[in-house]
């Protein structure tokens, strides 16, 4: 037991530090490395500082994994249904902490919804998240869903809610980190949907094919991204997505943030989702 956990632990720094290798030469190549040092004001303490929300999240995910087959399942509540979608090699677990933060800012109606991302295709994820809206909008008070994505979730999202028969009834779209233009990380990927990752491979034409929604949609990323990069495959197509950056942190750090959750909260509260008369 001990020495499987100094192997834990183990992962936890060196994976990370691989990313981030892969990262800076990613950029490098792209000709942005330049461009994210300017415009994080150095590049040394940005990402030491993302380097160890990265072990901190990579240290989080393996313990609560497991609890990821017990959500999917959650009760109706008041107000807009939210419903929450994880990202590759992930499951409904990822949204916990985040959940639990809204329910405690008032927020009822939280939804998850899970897709098999380890041998599944992204036409199938898509499809399932279609009929989970679908489910949900048949209780919805207000007849719409609002939709959050982390990573590859933001993707599955744009193209369900590019559905014509959605087109209306999505009250905002968000995407966390989500790869926009795919990865070079995912070069490395041994699956169907990492693979479909790749720049300009089969996700993102799949993706950018589909109407928008005519909705409100919220992309939110920072430039210190360990396992999206290079800087320009965050960029949302220019569709009526509105931009906003976050502090530097580690790509699945962002699930943990007090931060990214208060952004999420003040936005769907201006939007008046969160159920309050």
């Known amino acids: 037991m001990h020495t499987l956990f100094i192997a834990l ?67 109706l509540g008041r107000g807009t249904p939210i419903l929450f979608v994880h990202g590759l090699f992930h499951n409904g677990s990822a949204w916990r902490t985040m959940i639990r933060r809204f329910r405690k800012a008032g927020f009822s109606n939280l939804h998850t919804y899970q897709y ?29 869903i609002a939709l959050v994505g982390h990573s590859l979730g933001g993707l599955v999202c744009r193209t369900a809610a590019g559905d014509p028969r959605h087109w209306d009834r999505v009250a905002a779209l968000v995407a966390l980190g989500t790869p926009h233009g795919g990865s070079d990380l995912a070069r490395f990927a041994m699956n169907t949907m990492g693979r479909g990752l790749i720049p300009g ?39 009526g997505w509105e931009e906003r950056l976050c502090s530097p942190m580690g790509h699945v750090w962002m699930l943990y943030s007090n931060e990214i959750t208060g952004m999420l909260i003040e936005y769907f509260r201006k939007l008046g989702l969160d159920g309050e008369e």
């Not at 991302?117 to 719409?144: C, I, N, Y």
């Open 201 to 239: 491979a089969e996700i993102m034409e799949i993706a950018d094919s589909v109407v928008p929604a005519k909705c409100p949609k919220l992309a939110i990323y920072n430039y210190s991204d360990d396992y999206v990069f290079p800087l320009k495959t965050l960029i949302p197509p220019n569709q």
């Open 116 to 144: 098999n991302s380890f041998s599944g295709d992204f036409p199938t994820a898509v499809e399932g998240l279609r009929q989970r809206m679908d489910e949900l909008l048949r209780h919805s008070p207000t007849g719409k």
């Open 9 to 75: 632990i183990i992962f936890a720094v060196v994976w990370p530090l691989l990313r981030y290798a892969a990262y800076l030469i990613s950029n490098l190549v792209a000709g942005t490395l330049s461009e994210t040092r300017r415009r994080q004001k150095g590049l040394l303490l940005p990402l030491l500082r993302s380097w160890g929300t990265a072990i901190l999240a990579d240290c989080m995910v393996f313990p609560s994994y497991p609890l990821g087959f017990f959500t999917g399942n959650e009760p």
